[in-house]
T-cell receptor, first 114, second 114 residues
Framework: GESVGLHLPTLSVQEGDNSIINCAYS??????FIWYKQESGKGPQFIID?????DKRQGQRVTVLLNKTVKHLSLQIAATQPGDSAVYFC?????????????FGKGTHLIIQP | NAGVMQNPRHLVRRRGQEARLRCSPM?????VYWYRQLPEEGLKFMVY????????ESGMPKERFSAEFPKEGPSILRIQQVVRGDSAAYFC????????????FGPGTRLTVL
């Protein structure tokens, strides 16, 4: 099965700075990757996704980078705001692709310092 | 368009009782997923259902746990004879037919077993 891990359980950044959250996965056949944001007491909220035929994808203030060689992906958040404080999870389909449950990493708690 | 609905939001049960968690997917979504989240952990996939069918229950404990998604009405996650270790947040997600990997999560049900 798939396993997903995050490098840092907690990341503290100054408001306005950029933040980078990292994630590693184990299944080289994984072809779809998602980042979720979870605020306290709420369900995960979709942020951005990327397919394995891409190296980079940009959204509004967020960028996801995928390095298939080392099975690593990262989420970059530009100009962090207080509302970005949350736990961030990377997720991959349970069996590597297709319609399936997701395997989540343990999460990185992003703390925004004023 | 209402999002994924879950009820109750909080559920307290004594050891040995039954817990019933309900999930109404987003309108037009026929794929439902259940996840469990322990404190300070990521979400763990339990079961994937379509209307009247269990597609993948590989993440669900073999005993005491069952799930259904009837033709009419919400999906139900049922836990019989609850134990303290069942205390967790249970999240439901749904996805549409044409974007199977895009899972939208509900607010969760927080189960506490006394």
């Amino acid at each position: 099965g798939e396993s997903v891990g995050l490098h840092l359980p907690t990341l503290s950044v100054q408001e306005g700075d950029n933040s980078i959250i990292n994630c590693a996965y184990s299944n080289s056949a994984s072809d779809y990757f998602i980042w979720y944001k979870q605020e306290s007491g709420k369900g995960p909220q979709f942020i951005i996704d990327i397919r394995s035929n891409m190296d980079k994808r940009q959204g509004q203030r967020v960028t996801v980078l995928l390095n298939k060689t080392v099975k690593h992906l990262s989420l970059q958040i530009a100009a962090t705001q207080p509302g970005d404080s949350a736990v961030y999870f990377c997720a991959v389909p349970y069996s590597g692709g297709g319609a399936d449950g997701l395997t989540f990493g343990k999460g990185t708690h992003l703390i925004i310092q004023p | 368009n209402a999002g994924v609905m879950q009820n109750p939001r909080h559920l307290v049960r004594r050891r040995g009782q039954e817990a019933r968690l309900r999930c109404s997917p987003m309108k037009g979504h026929s794929h439902v997923y259940w996840y469990r989240q322990l404190p300070e952990e990521g979400l763990k996939f339990m079961v994937y259902l379509q209307k009247e069918n269990i597609i993948d229950e590989s993440g669900m404990p073999k005993e005491r746990f069952s799930a259904e998604f009837p033709k009419e009405g919400p999906s139900i996650l049922r836990i019989q004879q609850v134990v303290r270790g069942d205390s967790a947040a249970y999240f439901c997600a749904s996805s549409p037919d044409d974007r199977l990997n895009e899972q939208f999560f509900g607010p969760g049900t927080r189960l506490t077993v006394l």
